[in-house]
């Protein structure tokens, strides 16, 4: 299994989004729609949509034709981010493959911005799963998401020493707050981190994410070896997991 490490400083450093979405003419309340799989790509499209106010719209990568045009219909996203395979799934719409925002915002400079946003402003506009009907859209503000990064870390005692598995798809509130917000809230807001004590092991806290659907049976139990909390969705977890 080919893993890469992604670190805190450079998160920062290349989150240049911001900068590729002023080039675009993007301004904050804008909303921006996400058809994609769990990749580093969607944690950095969130983040960039937060620090300039755009409105994020994830949408469920199992959705199909019927899901996603009510969904785009009723949100009205001024750009839908996507691979070029699914372009057909949003005619009409300006759509833009993810490797191409990639590709931009990787030639404009990663400039810090600070732009101050009202917390009760809407960051994500989130559509339930329709079981009891069509789907309806849930606006989550900056506040919500704060609130719900807190708990997590409080209630899971999240520190700088753990590793989170992101199963959970991104597309999903869940996975936004618990495999971004709560892991990057408890990291030491360094950009170097201080030399370690003199004999102590250190540990990177690594954020894993990992292609959804797929659910790993195979080396499973190998990637749990120091798993302190687990939380899953379903009334058992893989037996591998065990």
């Known amino acids: 299994m080919a893993t890469s490490l992604t670190t805190n400083a450079s998160l920062i450093g290349r989150a ?3 900068s590729a979405f002023r080039a675009r003419g993007f301004a904050a309340g804008d909303r921006l729609a996400a058809y994609l799989d769990n990749r580093v790509a969607f944690i950095d499209l969130f983040l960039a949509c937060a620090r300039t106010g755009i409105v994020l719209v994830p949408i ?3 959705y199909r034709e019927r899901e996603i045009s009510h969904i785009v219909a009723d949100a009205s996203p001024r750009l839908v ?6 372009f057909q799934s949003f005619p009409g719409l300006d759509v833009l493959a993810v490797d191409e925002l ?3 915002a990787s030639r404009l400079p990663a400039t810090d911005v600070r732009r101050q946003i009202d917390g009760d402003s809407p960051a994500a506009l989130v559509y339930t ?3 009891t009907g069509r789907s309806k859209g849930a606006i989550l503000s900056h506040n919500n998401f704060l609130a719900n990064t807190a708990n997590l870390v409080a209630s899971w005692r999240i520190t700088s020493a753990d590793r989170y598995l992101a199963v959970l798809p991104l597309f999903h509130v869940h996975g936004l707050v618990a495999s971004t917000l709560a892991t990057l809230a408890s990291l030491p807001m360094f950009n170097t981190p201080p030399p370690p004590r003199a004999g ?3 540990r990177r806290v690594q954020l894993c994410v990992l292609d959804y659907p797929v659910i790993c049976e195979e080396g499973a139990g190998r990637l749990w070896g120091e798993v302190r909390t687990g939380a899953y969705g379903a009334s058992l977890p893989p037996s ?3």
Not at 81 to 86: D, F, H, I, K, S
Request: zero cysteines; hydrophobic letters at 25%.
């Open 16 to 18: 240049s989004g911001p």
């Open 60 to 62: 469920n990568i199992l």
């Open 81 to 86: 981010v996507t691979e070029r395979a699914a």
């Open 102 to 104: 990639t590709r931009d």
């Open 129 to 131: 799963s329709g079981t």
């Open 200 to 202: 102590r092991r250190t």
């Open 240 to 242: 591998s997991f065990g």
